[in-house]
């Protein structure tokens, strides 16, 4: 049996991964699956390194199945370090879980900390080419898959993303030469 913390670990370890063009991926390619949207690819691949064998949720909404078909799903309660993310983003016009992450951990009784495939900084949320660290609120969250680890105390440090301050331009603004007015 493996650790929420070994999970964990080896996902920070694929912090800003990015995919090649066409959705080209060392996750669902791992799997004879390649160029296709790789959330879930990842998220198997995470379990899979760490030793623990969950519900493949490569395709979400069958992911989300295979949780509730082991008893072992909730959408209730608070998401645990560890546990599968199911999302579904309200503006994507999509209307079904769309998308699969995995928790660090809560911020507050609104917000989860998560490391995601498939995402990106400020693109597309599902299908972004990245591995990023996102900060989610509970309201994209339909529900979470919690495996069954070992217990064991959390260490990795892993923080929310920074948001990019702008930064001022000193650049001045050119001004046209002042035009010359002919005297009488």
């Known amino acids: 049996m493996t650790t929420a913390n070994k999970v ?10 990015a995919e090649g063009k ?3 991926n060392k996750f669902s390619a791992a799997y004879g699956k390649n160029h296709v949207q790789w959330c879930g690819w990842f998220v198997k691949w995470v379990f ?19 949780f509730k078909s082991i008893h072992a799903w909730h959408e209730k ?8 993310l199911f999302m579904d983003f309200p503006s994507d016009d ?3 879980i769309s ?19 498939n995402t990106s900084t400020g693109g597309d949320q599902r299908n972004g080419g990245e591995v990023q660290v996102k900060v989610r609120p509970m309201s994209v969250i339909v ?12 260490t990795v440090k892993i923080e929310p993303p920074v948001a990019k301050k702008s930064v001022p331009t000193t650049a001045k603004k050119s001004v046209a030469p002042a035009k010359k007015v002919a005297k009488k």
């Open 48 to 66: 899979d390194k760490a030793g623990l064998k969950i519900p493949n949720p490569a395709y979400t909404p069958a992911g989300a199945e295979g």
């Open 77 to 84: 309660g608070t998401p645990k370090p560890g546990d599968c």
């Open 94 to 96: 999509i209307h079904r």
């Open 22 to 24: 066409n959705n080209d």
């Open 99 to 117: 998308h699969v992450g995995i928790c660090v951990r809560m911020i507050d009784d609104n917000h989860v900390l998560t490391i995601e495939g």
């Open 8 to 17: 964990l670990e080896i996902a920070a370890s694929q912090i800003g991964y």
């Open 143 to 154: 529900g979470w898959g919690r495996p069954r680890f070992e217990p064991a105390p959390i």
